[in-house]
Nanobody, 123 residues
Framework: QVQLVESGGGLVQAGGSLRLSCAAS????????MGWFRQAPGKEREFVAA????????YYDDSVKGRFTISRDNAKNTVYLQMNSLKPEDTAVYYC????????????????WGQGTQVTVSS
């Protein structure tokens, strides 16, 4: 199993930046594909970004492409989401998640989840 804890959320003005961190524990982390999802009030949880277990492949939702960067440091058991040029519509609770399958945007393919961290972007 994999345990995940997000941190780094907060309040930022539009155009600003934040870096989210996801601290992972468990013996299977290195071979677990990781993703970031977000959920705004009244909306479904949606895909943001994913990174393969090896860190050699990533993909993003079109809404964040060019602004967000997902990365991982397996030696530190940590996944990151660097968020630049933030917009008010990025406001949501951001979740770190882990999956045994690569290439899915679906929440149902991710078995492991963190507790979430709030990101609020003011206009």
């Amino acid at each position: 199993q994999v345990q995940l804890v997000e941190s780094g959320g907060g309040l930022v003005q539009a155009g600003g930046s934040l870096r989210l961190s996801c601290a992972a524990s468990g013996p299977t982390f290195r071979y677990t594909h990781m993703g970031w999802f977000r959920q705004a009030p009244g909306k479904e949880r949606e895909f943001v970004a994913a990174i393969r277990w090896s860190g050699d492949s990533t993909y993003y939702d079109d809404s964040v492409k060019g602004r967000f960067t997902i990365s991982r440091d397996n030696a530190k058991n940590t996944v990151y989401l660097q968020m630049n040029s933030l917009k008010p519509e990025d406001t949501a609770v951001y979740y770190c998640a882990g999956s045994a399958a690569w290439g899915s945007r679906s929440v149902y393919e991710y078995r492991y989840w963190g507790q979430g961290t709030q990101v609020t972007v003011s206009s």
